[in-house]
């Protein structure tokens, strides 16, 4: 679905759609919560594998995190910025599908 339209079903503007994918602006719960009934999905779908890097983590330093997971989160903004791009939904199923087996192996 591309930006414009995921901001008009969301009442919000294209700029804002932008900030929230960027993480230069949180998304409230309630607006987590519209945007799950417009992309069909769960929320937990916005939190899945947290709990796997979390225990990971736990030898992070707690007055930060570790510069790997900065670039981790970088990596998943460049991840989800061109998955975004990707117009056909079947191409975007096999993505999803081609990611989880590879966090299994």
């Known amino acids: 679905m591309p930006q414009k339209e995921l901001a008009r079903q969301l009442g919000i503007s294209f700029q804002q759609v932008q900030k929230y994918e960027s993480g ?51 990596q998943v903004l460049d991840l989800n910025q061109a998955f975004q791009k990707i117009a056909d939904t079947r191409v975007r199923r096999q993505i999803v599908q081609l990611v989880k087996s590879l966090g299994r192996s």
């Open 24 to 74: 230069a602006n949180r998304i409230s719960a309630s607006k987590l919560w519209q945007l799950c009934g417009v992309l069909d999905v769960t929320p937990g779908y916005f939190f899945e594998g947290l709990n796997s890097q979390r225990s990971s983590a736990g030898s992070a330093d707690k007055a930060g995190a570790p510069e790997t997971d900065s670039r981790s989160a970088r």
